[in-house]
């Protein structure tokens, strides 16, 4: 309420630097998969008629344009291909496929020292894709991004701490061979970070040379099997209610390569999908489900992601938004849904449909993410970075983005409620006999850094103090930080020998 | 995902403009009072262990400084005053004070469109005060701030579907004398806006002549107690566990007046209030509990608002901090108080550290906006507007706030599941022989506006008509906004009659 308590003295000055030190990982206020859960947007009868209604859509107007390798797996397993062309899926089957599926996925980091356990309501966040758009937040540009941008983007997320994965968030457009852009997106992704990567592959063919290049990277195919630190990001549908062929085909041929797969089934409420919230939910349900019974009949327990990610559409425009509260509770019904069935699931949110890192772009960011963080989602995709509702990544907000999701994971760490916390014997000791005041108290001190979370751009100061620092701009201050990280030797980059191996075996777009 | 679909043909531009036109008010997809509380950051065993911390907090260090009539009335109810100046609250009396409490408060407007119905989980946004700053968006300055920044601020609140209350977002530090700036303070407010006003008295012998103004703005003594539409916002408490003398005996002025009493507790955690969140709650539900025995001593049943404010504070540097997550687990877990007691509450939500309406101020209006509306809590003070820790009001923020809180209102208005929603049929349809795609469907058009927010100035076009269209900046199209608003005549404004009463009777600043 004032500024009174900012004055300082040399002491003062002395411990603020002291508490202004980084702290060890575990005693960080926050970190990758706390558990979420108390935001619960659907009741039980809620998730049980959306169950039923999807389980209904599997039965009686099941899939279509499933591939004849899918056709036969699913046939074996028990769905029933129709003559009109869809396959359909008996409730016991879809039930059988729920209760025998992996519900405990491990993504691999490449370092082991940031992998992520998909369970229960553990929550993560990170990026994925894909804009065709990089952002240029000072010059406010937009131009086509390439693959050094791509690179950035990975080296970026390497550092930032609350950004936990790097799924793809650019398309590498100045790589026209598809195949090329595919296998240097992995090459882009995996030299910038040792974080877990998610890729898409454009074509199933392109499947057995990524798989070569991971072998390399990983030193064998047993040790890229034994933790594969790469996920396919599969987008398995064509909604409504499609099979996409060809996307199966990758999935089979990744499955097949021992590559966890993401189910992505990014439906756009009012076009590709019903438009209220609930129909949509139901639909990208249902298409999971029917993706979960693939992989489980291809290869039980394969690692899977039920991948919900309805979007939101104008309907005004009929464009696509993803920035809208109807967004926020897309996603977070959906990580509810993930829960109801005890699945390794992800969704969207932290969409921007601002251009730029503004306002906006900030409020339209925090309402998702923060709602699918306390809604449980064990991966949410597309959590920073995206502006034009995934037309355009910015590295800037990227790096905007590590405050505000570390913000929202402290809201998901949430409120602890014990003898000490609630601080009955503090308040008597303060105001019977004690200062009248908690500044200097044991717990005080003692909580500083393991229970607040500090911006690291965000400010705080007061607008005397502001001023004095002639007014910095936050844009500004995260285009140095970008600086600062790029100007520092990338951390993953891989030994000089499995780098060389990889040049000789692959056209390597990015330079050595 | 694309921009294809936004394409245009003659039809379809006018379809587009047919549906942008404005919604009956019965019919919009947002509106005051929507029900929240489906985020409960408290488990019951929690909520249960906090009112037990406050009942021994109240029954074993009681509060200090009481005011002799306070004393006298707290006494009479059963509280028991001690050698030591400080008055405890037997259990029973504060549990019989919850029991015959009133839990239905309604704030009234002035012209009977905008009532606020505090009960339950419903849900309500506005502004509140205090700050000493006016933030020039466009010129990133910081200037004192007068009686016309409030009034205009009255204006523009009165025109956003979004903000339901105003409460005195400003000091008029133009006016110099105390008196004169709280009746200023009154009329600059109720002459801008008809919405239910908020304001503080300096000292209590100020509050009959407020009484008078209001009886005069009513149309006499009868009709103002029959609709009280001023509050009176009262820090009645200087925490930790003190009375404010003053204040209390402002608030038994008001209560002698007929003017509801929004019980304000506002410690500081880590500095006023135990740094932990669960005890900074404990110690602000104490305060506010010992309040509501002190109004219902005075007068059984007199409505006032379980104002629970507790801010949370940069530890680091002592300085307070209003945007953090911290921050907004103090408001989310106060407005579970407020239901574990079944009594209208309001707490601090939509306060932004950083100074101008940046990123940093989106993701941190939002967070605690969305999360205090998620939780139900009835009146969300601090909502639109407020910078740099409350420190400074920024009109261009709070039209952007507009649009942000109705973002948050969606969230709170939530996922309606039946079958309807649920669209079994509708997939049906669209999949087995008809278009394959939502976007003409019935269910689609028809709840292209009762179910979607649309931002009024958030940015949704694609980055090629955002070029086209100049890259409009954010903060400029609020700034034109204003401009617009207060170009026009003020709806609020009081009868010339009315008018010349009170200008004959007190000093009133702003010109007539």
């Known amino acids: 309420m004032t500024d009174t308590m900012t004055t300082r003295t040399g002491g003062r000055a002395a411990r603020r630097a002291a508490r202004a030190a980084p702290l060890a990982q575990h005693l960080r206020p926050v970190r990758p998969g706390l558990e979420g859960g108390l935001y619960r947007p659907l009741s039980d009868k809620g998730m049980a008629d959306i169950h039923q209604a999807a389980l209904t859509a599997l039965e009686e107007i099941g899939l279509a344009d499933a591939p004849a390798s899918g056709v036969a797996h699913l046939s074996r397993a028990g769905a029933i291909p129709g003559t009109d ?23 691999y980091s490449r370092d082991g020292r940031h992998d992520l356990d998909l369970s229960g309501t553990r929550v993560h966040y990170g990026t994925a894709g894909a804009a065709v758009h990089m952002v240029d937040a000072l010059g406010r ?3 086509e991004c390439g693959v050094q941008d791509l690179h950035d983007a990975a080296r970026i997320c390497d550092v930032l701490d609350n950004i936990h994965f790097l799924q793809r968030p650019m398309v590498c457009r100045d790589i026209t061979d598809n195949r090329e852009m595919d296998l240097n997106t992995v090459y882009a992704c995996c030299a910038g970070t040792t974080k877990h990567v998610g890729t898409s592959f454009t074509d199933p063919s392109f499947v057995a040379d990524a798989l070569e290049m991971l072998h390399l990277i990983a030193g064998g195919e047993d040790k890229w099997r034994e933790r594969p630190f ?6 398995f549908v064509v ?30 409420a009012g076009a590709t999908a019903p438009s209220t919230v609930a129909g949509a939910i139901v639909q990208a349900v249902a298409e999971c489900l029917a993706g979960l019974v693939y992989v489980n009949a291809v290869k039980p327990g394969h690692p899977a992601i039920f991948g919900t990610w309805p979007f939101g ?9 993803g920035g809208s509260g109807e967004q926020a509770l897309l996603t977070a019904g959906c990580a509810q849904m993930h829960r109801f069935y005890d699945l390794p699931g992800g969704a969207a949110a932290g969409i921007a449909d601002s251009k730029l890192p503004d306002m906006q772009a900030g409020w339209e960011q925090m309402c998702s993410n923060v709602m699918a963080g306390l809604s449980g989602c064990n991966m949410i995709y597309e959590a920073a970075g995206m502006h034009a509702s995934l037309l355009g990544f910015c590295h800037e907000s990227l790096i905007l983005g590590d405050d505000l999701i570390g913000q929202a994971l402290r809201c998901v760490r949430g409120i602890e409620v ?4 609630l601080a009955v014997e503090e308040i008597r000791a303060v105001c019977m006999g004690g200062p009248g005041h908690y500044l200097g108290t044991e717990q005080t001190l003692g909580r500083m850094q393991s229970d607040h979370v500090y911006p690291a751009l965000g400010d705080r100061t007061s607008p005397k103090e502001w001023a004095e620092r002639n007014k910095p701009d936050l844009i500004v201050k ?9 100007a520092t030797r990338a951390a ?9 191996a990889l040049r000789r075996r692959f056209n390597i777009h990015l330079p050595a």
Chains 1, 2 share one sequence.
């Not at 879809?94 to 993504?107: F, G, H, S, W, Y």
């Not at 790469?230 to 987008?235: G, I, L």
């Not at 099979?243 to 756009?268: D, K, N, Q, R, Y």
């Not at 993953?492 to 060389?500: E, L």
């Open 85 to 107: 062309g869809r396959i359909r899926f008996p409730r016991g089957l879809v039930e059988d496929a729920i209760a025998k599926a992996n519900r405990e996925v491990t993504l």
């Open 141 to 143: 540009q937009y131009r």
């Open 230 to 235: 790469v996920s396919n990001s599969n987008c």
């Open 239 to 268: 909604p409504p209610m499609k099979f996409a062929t060809e996307s199966c085909l990758v999935m089979e041929a990744c499955i097949e390569g021992g590559m966890p797969v993401l189910l992505l089934s990014a439906g756009m």
């Open 313 to 321: 559409l104008d309907l005004r425009s009929g464009a696509m938004t």
């Open 418 to 421: 014990t003898e000490e916390t």
């Open 478 to 486: 995260a285009a140095l930080r970008k600086e600062e990280i790029l």
């Open 492 to 500: 993953a980059r891989f030994d000089p020998a499995t780098d060389a």
